[in-house]
């Protein structure tokens, strides 16, 4: 008995040989400028829609300036000084703030998260203080501290604290039970396991809230300013608000955009050589 042989369809062919034919390999270029790319469309895109409302007269330039002279009035206010001078003050009263913040929440979120009992006994309190509104309690800094340099910084070191502390006591406290009965099991002492075991383990953890804090330390920097003093970026936008300078007030709102960006920046890079150790262990 013959055996007949059915060729396939031509509509069966074609998708055997679409099967059989390997998929394009994505340009290496666009892999790895991906986020470069898409960055600079997301930002094109979002300065093109600001300027077509304000031109378009949906938004009165009174309230809305265009970012042309935003712009304008960034560098006028950088080459001139007027701008200028007030970026340090600002910068050295939320960097005081964030580091002693850090200091602090990261000390006691260790020892917090290091004994149940500690964590217990602070939930209550992690609870309510967290809730709070900074703007709330600004008349309670100048009652105790005045409207100098003191009452500031410790605006900003109020504001930077519970995000540090919350993550570290979070980190601490939760670090693998397993890691610790391996390295007691080892003979490793306490010393050691906190140094190599339960700090590496919770610096990934950690640091979520050390990049909100600095994020933090500049919004409640301008809250803190807008109290008093005689400089800073919080009252350089106040005084041209009230004085109708556009531009200028927009010019200050993107110095500390640019800032924080930065200082961002800078604690991406320090998270990345903190947390090499785990590059190739995890999907991180």
Do not use: H
Not at 9 to 18: N, T, V
Request: aromatic share 10%; proline share 5%.
């Amino acid at each position: 008995m013959a055996t007949t042989i059915t060729e396939p369809a031509r509509g069966e062919e074609q998708l055997l040989d679409e099967d059989l034919t390997p998929p394009k390999a994505p340009n290496p270029w666009l892999v790895k400028y991906d986020r470069l790319i898409y960055g600079i469309i997301g930002l094109s895109a979002f300065l093109v829609l600001w300027w077509w409302i304000v031109d378009s007269e949906y938004v009165s330039a009174l309230y809305l300036s265009k970012p042309q002279d935003v712009a304008t009035a960034f560098v006028d206010g950088l080459t001139d000084g007027t701008l200028r001078s007030e970026i340090w003050p600002s910068v050295e009263r939320a960097l005081t703030g964030f580091a002693i913040a850090l200091v602090a929440g990261i000390t006691l979120g260790i020892v917090v998260g290091s004994f149940r009992i500690f964590q217990k006994l602070a939930e209550p309190l992690l609870l309510f203080f967290r809730n709070l509104s900074l703007l709330a309690l600004l008349p309670v800094f100048v009652v105790f501290l005045g409207i100098g340099e003191e009452s500031k910084v410790a605006i900003v070191v109020w504001a930077c604290f519970w995000p540090i502390f919350i993550n570290a006591v979070g980190a601490v406290g939760g670090v693998e039970r397993i890691l610790l009965n391996a390295a007691r099991t080892l003979g490793a002492g306490r010393v050691y396991i906190f140094s190599r075991v339960v700090l590496p383990a919770a610096i990934p953890a950690i640091f979520p809230g050390i990049r909100l804090a600095a994020a933090n330390a500049f919004t409640a920097l301008v809250a803190a300013e807008l109290v008093g003093g005689a400089q800073g970026l919080g009252i350089y936008i106040n005084n041209a608000a009230l004085r109708y300078q556009t531009p200028q007030m927009y010019a200050g709102i993107l110095t500390l955009g640019l800032i924080g960006i930065l200082v961002n920046g800078v604690l991406t890079g320090a998270e990345w050589r903190l947390t090499a150790w785990q590059r190739g262990l995890t999907n991180k």
